[in-house]
């Protein structure tokens, strides 16, 4: 019987229930890619600097090599999958900036061996202690870890122990609340013990005292492995899972703070201010592998999924595949599809362009029809805002999107910023629910990039 | 099969509802009102409703063809036209003139809504407009009731003006209460007759008469979160506890609370014209503010003012203050404050 903390859910103000559709991939076991035949590597993966390359055209490098790095604090080098040549350092298609510099290898060979996971090498009585704080977070920046949930922010800067903000909690995400998306999932089942050897390590880094791992309850198999891997291992006293609500965006980290804490990180700030560090599930399996195994985070977990998609799985690919290869290794769309999502349908970004490659946080490809759409919104009818307030109800940061996005819409950046337009966290919950079908969080991403923009040509 | 990719910004899926059917399900909840007017003023009720109806539809595509809209047929289907006629309607005398009920629609839709751009623009709750217009236009149709064909088959007509003593074909309870006030004695006639103001078998407006068919269809938009429950409940409490009050202290010229509630368009007004999305306040404090000042200038009319029922003017006045207490009851992020 279940006691009665673990009926207890934790939860946070506003966000919706949209279908879940895991049910496509959440059973496929993690496998193997394609036979890579050429990668691109970007050189922006991560928040922060964006590298310089270290290689030139006509180099050869090998897998594992840096081949990008830069010296700012906040900043994450880049490494090569493959064994393989330098075949060209140009402009290259990117999911978030459109256009990016990237560096692209061609395969040493067609019959190279791929690189495997590593999972197995990692035990349930894995022993932190070995390893220092300061080898920890050398081991995680060389290893060019970031965020893998999907904004890369550079890991080492979050575990690093900072003395004028202490840190307390430690948070792990494997919420995964975006439908669709099942890696994550994936991982805490399949890689369990690697995923906690991250975690100790992590807690090791940072110094925290608890640990908190929040998983949504529609995965109570992961709840379950956790759990069990925990109670099996040694030295997990204060790491506890939590049980908490299915509800999207459950795993933005302001959303998980309110969950599992009862707190709220003030607005325009991040969660260290409060002396709390959120981490990615997978980011913790690769923080694993860095600093146990000395590998670099080269290769990652990819849901690609979607109705249309002949055989959808989750897979174990080289950062820098290209996501057509990726789709036409997964027997491609069956049907006619209207968009390819990189992320999951609620944040996702739709890109047009299918040799954009796989990042380090591209975590799912997501091809939808006009079915999944639905046509209204595929053909963008808006009609007039009837003043509901459902968006206002759904918002989990408490905004007034309607009026921040009219504000926008009618070139008031002033009177959006009064609605307090920068702290919306872009997650998509006031679009999904608007019956005008207004794309509000469209309004609110553009106003702030015009905030931006208008910012840097005013100085001071 | 991948090809002709389309780009917007995210998310890519919706919730799929829609403002049409956000207003179907207003009428739905207007189907169980609609039921008992039939049943009470019978043949006065269908055809006030369907002049109201039909004429506000007609005006909304007339006013679409004169803006040069290219499809004047669009915005009809989002069915807001309807629920303007349906509620115009419920809220006029049974025995009212079919053209005048015409009347009141164009004006209620074409100055009440469309000058302002149509849908979601309009400032005032369009059904008053159009009520109010015919109150100033023609106030003696408006004060002429019917007694309920449950009561009487001949339906005969009654002036709220004329004194009445028989509490079986009185004018309205709300015009006895009126009349109590003024003489300090009466107000145990509207009292006797709670039980008929619940059911509807009293003289009224088409659809307001009914308690339990506005409750029903109100439950219903609750329940469908069609409306929150803020406005209806800052309302009607606010009206019985002023009702309570005044009845409390002077018990012979002041009918009781229950009857407030149960009489003169108050629940029709709660549940269904001051919840109207597009003139009232966005914002929680907003609702209860909004709710609470519409109670308390309904009882203010009622028991000070010169009008009986009140629930026009003040959802109105109301409608005029909603975005100045949008404006004074900005919401604050759930983190507080950036620091900027």
Known sequence: ?460 | MLSELVITPSPHISSRLTTRRVMLDVIIGLIPAAIAAVYFFRLYAVIVTAACVIASVVTEWICNRIRGREKPFESICDFSAVITGLILAFSLPPAIPWWAAVIGSVFAVGVGKMVFGGLGANIFNPAMIGRAFLMLCFGMMMTTWNVPATMDQNMPQIKTTENYTDARTQATPLGLAKQAIKSGKGSEIVNNQLKDLFYGNVGGSIGETSAIALIIGGIYLLVRKTITYRIPLAVILTTFLIAMFMSWVRPQSNISAWAHICSGGLLIGAFFIATDPVTSPLTTKGQWIFGIGVGALTMLIRLVGGYPEGMMFSVLMMNALTPLIDRFTLIIPIGGRPNV
Request: net charge positive.
């Open chain 1, 1 to 460: 019987m279940e006691s009665l903390i673990d009926r207890v859910k934790g939860t946070f103000r506003g966000g919706v229930h949209p279908p879940q559709s895991k049910s496509l991939t959440e059973d496929c076991a993690i496998q193997q890619g394609a036979q890579p035949k050429e990668v691109t590597i970007m050189l922006s993966q991560h928040t922060g600097a964006i590298c310089e390359p270290q290689v030139k055209k006509g180099d050869a490098v090998t897998a594992g090599q840096k081949i990008g790095d830069n010296s700012a604090f906040v900043s994450a080098p880049v490494h090569s999958p493959i064994n393989g040549k330098v075949k060209d350092i140009s402009l290259q298609p990117h999911a978030v900036l459109g256009r990016g510099m990237g560096i692209v290898i061609e395969a040493a060979s067609e019959t190279e061996p791929l690189k495997a996971p590593c999972a197995d090498k990692f035990k349930e009585d894995f022993d932190e202690t070995k390893y220092s704080p300061q080898q920890i977070c050398e081991a995680v920046r060389n290893a060019g870890i970031v965020g893998m949930g999907g904004a890369g922010f550079p890991t080492r800067v979050k575990i690093e122990p900072n003395p004028k903000q202490p840190k307390e909690t430690l948070i792990i995400n494997g919420c995964e609340c975006e439908p669709y998306i099942t890696c994550d999932f994936r991982v805490m089942m399949e890689w369990t013990s690697q995923v906690i050897a991250g975690i100790k390590l992590a807690r090791r880094a940072t110094g925290c005292k608890r640990v908190l791992i929040g998983i949504e309850d529609n995965k109570p198999e992961a709840i379950d492995a956790m759990k069990e891997a925990l109670q099996k291992g040694s030295n997990s006293e204060g790491i506890e899972v939590v049980r908490i609500e299915t509800k999207y965006p459950q795993g933005g980290e302001r959303q998980l703070i309110e969950s599992v804490l009862s707190r709220n990180v003030p607005s325009g700030q991040i969660p260290p201010m409060i002396g709390v560090v959120v981490l990615n599930v997978a980011t913790c399996a690769a923080i694993a592998e860095a600093v146990a195994l000395g590998n670099p985070l080269t290769h990652r977990v990819v849901t690609v999924t979607g109705q249309a998609i002949a055989r959808p799985g989750n897979f174990y690919v080289p950062v820098g595949e290209s996501i057509g290869r990726l789709i036409d290794f997964c027997g491609g769309a069956t049907e006619k599809s209207a968009k390819v999502v990189i992320g999951g349908p609620m944040m996702g970004l739709a890109i047009s362009d299918l040799s954009t490659p796989v990042t380090k946080t591209t975590g799912s490809i997501t091809i939808l029809t006009e079915k999944q759409i639905g046509r209204a919104k595929l053909a963008r009818q808006e009609t007039p805002c009837i003043r509901c307030g459902r968006c206002i109800d759904a918002c989990p940061e408490r905004l007034n999107p309607t009026r921040i996005a009219h504000s926008v819409k009618y070139g008031d950046l002033d009177l959006a910023q009064k609605y307090f337009m920068t702290v919306c966290i872009e997650c998509g919950c006031c679009s999904y629910v608007c019956p005008a079908n207004i794309e509000l969080t469209g309004f609110i991403k553009t106003g702030k990039v015009l905030l931006a923009r208008q910012k840097k040509k005013i100085p001071g």
